[in-house]
């Protein structure tokens, strides 16, 4: 069974400075599709990055990008210029298509406060 | 384009009693998932629907929990009768298949079982 590994409870960043999300994750499967999804209190499940494993390359998504090791099975998310609206949970999840699957998998979210 | 619609909001009832919730998704997406988010967790799915058919409902409680989707396109969720540690967000997502792969997310029904 896949499972994702959150490690940080709780961030906190000052308005403009970067901050990096960390995310393990354990898979067989060669096939598969990672995510970066925010949840702000309204408690909506916004996508905020998606990366395919096949791809060597770290998406990037304006002020949020990757760090995508796939040996490792790591996958960082780092947020540029932090703004007041990044304020929200963040939830890490890789997702199969191997077959007919395609559900995500969660980790337990990182609870980020970015301060004035 | 309209985003996945669920409802109720919020929904409070005694242990014991049964409830339903509803999703609306987006439009053309054959894909429908319901999701439980229990209070400091992230989302565990409980099924998936390909148009009305069922791909992987290992999760659900099937002795209280039932799900439907009706001619491909809205769905409903059932619990009866509900238990305490019911108390959840329900969430519903619907997605377009390949080659986005992309799940998009409804607001959630805040679900209070006392």
């Known amino acids: 069974a896949q499972t994702v590994t959150q490690s940080q409870p709780e961030m906190s960043v000052q308005e403009a400075e970067t901050v990096t999300l960390s995310c393990t994750y354990d898979?067989?499967?060669?096939?598969?599709?990672l995510f970066w999804y925010k949840q702000p209190p309204s408690r909506q499940m916004i996508l905020v990055i998606r990366q395919e494993a096949y791809k060597q390359q770290n998406a990037t998504e304006n002020r949020f990008s990757v760090n995508f090791q796939k040996a490792a099975k790591s996958f960082s998310l780092k947020i540029s210029d932090s703004q007041l609206g990044d304020t929200a949970m963040y939830f890490c999840?890789?997702?199969?298509?191997?077959?007919?699957?395609?559900?995500?998998?969660f980790g337990k979210g990182t609870k980020l406060s970015v301060k004035p | 384009e309209a985003g996945v619609a669920q409802s109720p909001r919020y929904k409070i009832i005694e242990k014991r009693q049964s409830v339903a919730f509803w999703c609306n998704p987006i439009?053309?997406?054959?894909?429908l998932y319901w999701y439980q988010q229990i209070l400091g967790q992230g989302p565990k799915l409980l099924i998936q629907?390909?148009?009305?058919?069922?791909?992987?409902d290992s999760q659900l409680p099937k002795d209280r929990f039932s799900a439907e989707r009706l001619k491909g396109v809205d769905s409903t969720l059932k619990i009866q009768p509900a238990k305490l540690e019911d108390s959840a967000v329900y969430l519903c997502?619907?997605?377009?298949?390949?080659?986005?792969?992309?799940?998009?997310f409804g607001a959630g029904t805040r679900l209070s079982v006392l």
């Open positions: 997502a619907s997605s377009s298949g390949h080659p986005e792969n992309i799940q998009y």
């Open positions: 898979t067989s499967e060669n096939n598969y599709y």
């Open positions: 999840a890789p997702a199969n298509y191997g077959g007919s699957q395609g559900n995500l998998i």
């Open positions: 439009s053309g997406h054959a894909t």
């Open positions: 629907f390909q148009n009305n058919g069922v791909v992987d």
